[in-house]
């Protein structure tokens, strides 16, 4: 996309993510959360700040690569699982860069099909669909 991207990111269960944060086990569950929440906002900013100075560099610009900060929404209903997974293939379809999802190099759907390795997680994004067929499926329908 010429403009912006989008990426689907699960967050681990606060158990596992304590291992990997330095929080202090006295605090309060709100207080707890809120500081989860800063550190996560913290490793997402470094990774946009990082991609741009690269990107920067890479083709000799200057300042800011992003206008806006970040959006993000939690996910807790299925359906809407399946329907961000289904906008995020058909994006650049809808805003006419390519013609089929499959041609689409800079996406996951190609990725998700793909036996080559990735670390993206795979067998959960197909299993979720029931499976490789049904997640060729689901991406056929057009409602």
């Known amino acids: 996309m010429a403009n912006h991207f989008h990426f689907f990111v699960r967050i681990k269960p606060d158990a596992e993510l304590a291992i990997h944060f330095e929080i202090s086990d006295k605090l309060r569950p709100v207080e707890w959360q ?13 990774f946009f700040n990082a991609y741009a100075k690269a990107y920067n560099n890479h ?6 690569l992003f206008l806006n900060p970040f959006k993000r929404k939690e996910v807790i209903d ?3 699982y399946n329907q961000l997974i289904y906008y995020i293939h ?8 390519s013609s089929e999802i499959s041609r689409w ?6 990725s998700l099909l793909s036996d080559k390795s990735t670390l993206l997680c795979r ?3 197909l299993n979720w669909f029931g499976g490789r067929d049904a997640f060729i499926a689901f991406h056929a329908n057009t409602d």
């Open 90 to 97: 058909h994006n650049p379809v809808k805003h006419g860069f």
């Open 123 to 125: 067998d959960d994004v």
């Open 105 to 110: 190099p800079y996406s996951s759907f190609q």
């Open 59 to 64: 083709f000799g610009h200057k300042g800011a």
């Open 78 to 80: 299925e359906r809407y």
């Open 34 to 46: 809120a500081q989860l929440a800063r550190q996560l906002s913290q490793k997402f900013s470094n």
